[in-house]
């Protein structure tokens, strides 16, 4: 079973559109996280959100808006995409909201705007 | 600001023999978590070794251990007998100790060669 699964894995979409990503975590951690990769590789915290409660929002535009319906899922909706939206983005989940727990990651999703 | 260098863009090896790849951090937290990802083609992120900052002791896990510099500021990674299944991004990331982000270096491509 896979502990933390996003869908969909592949996502091409025109500018302008709005698409969600969605995940969950069967692993019963209260701890979720969207990162982005960049066509560089570079990885970045986006969002964390802790039993339902929105906790880091690293100064993404509001473009991006996390939803978290309960503590095991957490989908990030995209609105007007735009060319540098083009990413990979990665599910993660923590079992609490303390340095150094392991942190899970989805197998990520890979969106292209074009 | 809290940053992770990571100077090795590409790095390889040829089967069984140990590879070491660099990392150096920047921050002026005491405590604080160091880890290791691998990323591989798959593009799944799985964890490879962890290290709290208060132990002086280095972390080891099978064929991968770390040097853990404090005063350097430096954590390499050290991969021995390495096999084929080892050729994949390697991601060093840090977590300060008041939070649960995870900052990472822009890792480092290795290849292993048969």
């Known amino acids: 079973d896979t502990a933390v699964s996003q869908t969909p894995k592949y996502l091409v979409t025109q500018m302008g559109n709005d698409k969600s990503i969605k995940c969950e975590q069967n692993l019963g951690h209260d701890t979720m996280y969207w990162y982005k990769q960049d066509s560089k590789k570079f990885l970045k915290i986006m969002f964390s959100?802790?039993?339902?409660?929105?906790?880091i929002n690293e100064t993404v535009p509001n473009r991006f808006s996390p939803k978290s319906p309960d503590k095991a899922h957490l989908n990030l909706h995209i609105n007007s995409l735009e060319l540098g939206d083009s990413a990979v983005y990665f599910c993660?989940?923590?079992?609490?909201?303390?340095?150094?727990?392991?942190?899970?990651f989805g197998e990520g999703s890979w969106l292209t705007v074009v | 600001a809290q940053t992770v260098t990571q100077s090795q863009p590409e790095m390889s090896v040829q089967e069984a023999e140990t590879v070491t790849l660099s990392c150096t951090y920047d921050?002026?937290?005491?405590?604080?978590?160091l880890f290791w990802y691998k990323q591989p083609p798959s593009r799944q992120m799985i964890l490879v070794i962890r290290q709290e900052a208060y132990k002086q002791q280095n972390a080891t896990e099978n064929r991968f251990s770390v040097n853990f510099q404090k005063a350097a500021k430096s954590f390499s990674l050290k991969i021995s007998d390495s096999q084929l299944g080892d050729t994949a991004m390697y991601f060093c990331?840090?977590?300060?100790?008041?939070?649960?982000?995870?900052?990472f270096g822009t890792g480092t491509r290795l290849q292993v060669f048969p």
């Open positions: 921050t002026s937290e005491n405590n604080y978590y």
């Open positions: 993660a989940s923590s079992q609490q909201r303390t340095s150094g727990n392991t942190i899970y």
């Open positions: 990331a840090f977590t300060p100790y008041n939070t649960d982000k995870l900052i």
């Open positions: 959100y802790n039993n339902k409660e929105l906790i």
